[in-house]
């Protein structure tokens, strides 16, 4: 049973940055498809990037140019690099684990973290 734990969420100035960080125990990020989903208050959860076992990357075109996705296997640890952050970027940001590439749906994953709330002020 893999679990998962998100951290570095927070309140944010338009414009900034933040880094989300996924802790994984239980299993191997390596060995999964990781991804990071958000959902926002009466909004549906959204896929926003995954990364592959052999490191390939995809984006949702709004994010793309602006997030960046990043794993530590030796940390056992996936990351999200949020720049340039907007108010529609404001949700609870969640990480999960899945055997399917590039996993842009919920159904694809099979484990999820709690979630970590990310707000963005105007």
């Known amino acids: 049973q893999v679990q998962l734990v998100e951290s570095g969420g927070g309140l944010v100035q338009g414009g900034g940055s933040l880094r989300l960080s996924c802790a994984a125990s239980?299993?191997?990020?390596?060995?999964?498809?990781m991804g990071w989903f958000r959902q926002a208050p009466g909004k549906e959860r959204e896929f926003v990037v995954a990364i592959s076992w052999s490191g390939e990357t995809y984006y949702q075109n709004s994010v793309k140019g602006r997030f960046t996705i990043s794993r530590d296997n030796a940390k056992n640890t996936v990351y999200l690099q949020m720049n340039s952050l907007n108010p529609e970027d404001a949700a609870v940001y969640y990480c999960?684990?899945?055997?399917?590439?590039?996993?842009?749906?919920?159904?694809?994953?099979?484990?999820w973290g709690p979630g970590t709330q990310v707000t963005v002020s105007s």
């Open positions: 239980g299993g191997t990020v390596s060995s999964y498809v």
């Open positions: 999960a684990a899945g055997k399917s590439y590039p996993g842009i749906r919920s159904g694809d994953y099979h484990y």
